[in-house]
């Protein structure tokens, strides 16, 4: 089912995303941490895509295992790093044969820019959905950044981009994590005014580690507030599981308060965090 006329039937959704183990003993971890969440009966889940061959066709394997073990509606990323026309045909032409109808379609982290530009057909995430929407009729989700891109400083213009993204084909957006909800408000404040009008899904990650945290919001250019982390620094890892998992959840409570009931949790295939969460927010009846 496209996860379009998924979000169309309700005016909330619950969302998981997954990356593909590079080992046996991280699949098993995998397939336990998907079974345990699969209870909370989301209404799909994304599976991560890297641009090295072997990941590809992992991002393919854990997508159909979504689908058919664990029967939650899966949606694979597809990024522009590394990828031509024809390997982006040819996986979608996997998808299709697997019914698989929803992608999330993605520039991604550019580490070597001389060589991202010699093997890429696709420059930003509008070419890569303007492509696939050309090819067939998927379901695409696009990226949405409330503190804006981090090679984009300014959020009006990150906004407008947005919107051409829309225009191009996405459906659907999926925010980039953010521990400050006011920066999420302020971006759905643009995005009403730029009248852009499909849904948007909020991305929550459960903080869980101070180091991995600040790892994540130096790559992706999210911020942690000051109180926070002057509240998490030099702390150990168990308070710093238990407060974390105490923001989350508390973020997750205002966002549903204030009407944004779509909640995508990044879950680093640990189900630990999520599901406390979780039971909080089924136990305070917020989902």
Known sequence: MKIIDILKLKDRSLSFEFFPPKNKEKEMLLFKTIEKLSKYSPDFASITYSPTGLSKEKSIMWSKALKYKFNIEPMMHITCISSTKDEVSKILQQLKNDSIENVLALRGDILDNETFLRNSAFSHAIDLIKYIKSLDDFCIGCAGYPEGHIECKNLEKDVDYLSKKIDAGAQFIITQLFFNNTHFYNFMNLITKKGIKVPVISGIMPITSFNQIL???????????????????????????????????????????????????????????????????????HI
């Open 215 to 285: 790892k994540f919001t130096n790559i992706c250019g999210a911020t942690i507030p000051e109180k926070l982390i002057e509240k998490l620094q030099n702390k150990s890892d168990d308070y710093v599981f238990n407060v974390g998992t105490e923001y989350t959840y508390n973020q997750c409570i205002d966002l549903i308060e204030k009407g944004f009931k779509r909640l995508h949790f990044y879950t680093l295939n640990n189900s630990k965090a999520v599901e406390i969460i979780l039971q909080k927010l089924l136990s305070t009846k």
